[in-house]
């Protein structure tokens, strides 16, 4: 293992357990291709929130930020031009996305994605919602598709993007009092005042407020549910490990929003996370769905619902 792979399983381990555990189910190269590419989404985000892997973000002003922007923006475009990078995640980066002749749009609608963040961007409707969870995970999700082999079929595609919605959409909703906290709302506006909540981070942080925000947090775990039902059509498209990775992260992501589900309001008080010692058995059924979905290829897949798409 040389050094820039080795710092790219450094920084999926610090950065992210649960998918660590699915990338495990990858063949070698396989696997040192998704951690080199998590290596750069993982800099480019902390870049943007100064953090360290998604810790407690560092104060930074807005021309910092904008600036910030503007070094990824001109670094990856660098990279993809093949021209010499010397940050080991713009390395990584670089390796994958040439050898899967990744089309320069895709990158830079994540880097437009986290521009949202920077402009301190609100959302109105679900629609607008949508349009971050592309920028910031859909596109991901298709990138993704392409490093482990899928063809650029918009049919697969669009099920590798429902993936990455289906993630970022359980993500906010678990995510809800941290991004309060920060200063940030990603539920629809119109949403929480449908259902007598003002969109403003510090009412969204009042206890007594909690139940009519849980109304809002489970609509969109509901509409969650809906894209990780269409993503897993996808699965018959991927090569065999490539599937039974991607299940089990599905599997083990999609029980993090049935817990906020179960849980109810008092959900919101708490970082919501799936126990280790229910991870086993999560990875083994999605297994069980990667499996099955060898058998699906036989017959053609049913038509994806009636869902947004960027796509």
Not at 49 to 75: F, K, N, Y
Not at 77 to 106: C, K, S, Y
Not at 143 to 161: N, S, T, W, Y
């Amino acid at each position: 293992m040389d050094a820039v792979v080795a710092h790219s399983e450094a920084s999926m381990t610090k950065g992210s357990t649960s998918f660590r555990l699915a990338s495990r189910l990858f063949g070698r190269k396989l696997r040192e291709d998704v951690w080199q590419f998590y290596a750069w989404c993982r800099h480019c985000d902390d870049e943007i929130d100064g953090q360290d892997h998604g810790g407690r973000s560092a104060l930074m002003d807005d021309q910092t930020r904008r600036e910030r922007l503007d070094h990824l923006r001109r670094t990856t475009r660098a990279a993809m031009a093949g021209e010499a990078v010397t940050d080991p995640a713009f390395v990584a980066f670089q390796r994958v996305a040439l050898r899967h002749h990744m089309p320069e749009q895709w990158p830079l609608e994540l880097l437009d994605g986290f521009a949202m963040d920077v402009d301190g961007r609100r959302y109105e409707t679900t629609s607008e919602t949508l349009e971050y969870c592309w920028g910031v995970a859909g596109v991901v999700g298709v990138m993704m598709a392409v490093i482990m082999g899928a063809k650029q079929d918009p049919e697969v595609l669009r099920r590798a993007q429902d993936l990455g919605l289906a993630f970022q959409l359980t993500n906010i909703c678990r995510d809800v009092s941290e991004d309060a906290e920060n200063g940030r709302i990603y539920l629809p506006a119109e949403s929480l005042r449908a259902a007598g909540v003002p969109p403003n981070t510090a009412i969204l942080l009042d206890p007594q407020l909690r139940a009519n925000v849980f109304k809002v947090v489970e609509s969109h775990l509901q509409l969650a549910e809906a894209y990780y039902r269409s993503s897993r059509e996808g699965l018959r498209a991927l090569p065999f490990r490539g599937a039974l990775a991607v299940s089990a992260a599905r599997e083990v992501y999609r029980e993090i929003g049935r817990r906020i589900l179960r849980r109810g309001p008092e959900a919101l008080g708490a970082r919501m996370s799936v126990p280790k010692a229910a991870m086993g058995w999560l990875v083994a059924r999605g297994a069980l769905v990667a499996l099955w979905s060898r058998l699906e290829r036989l017959w053609p897949a049913p038509p994806r619902p009636a869902l947004w798409s960027r796509l």
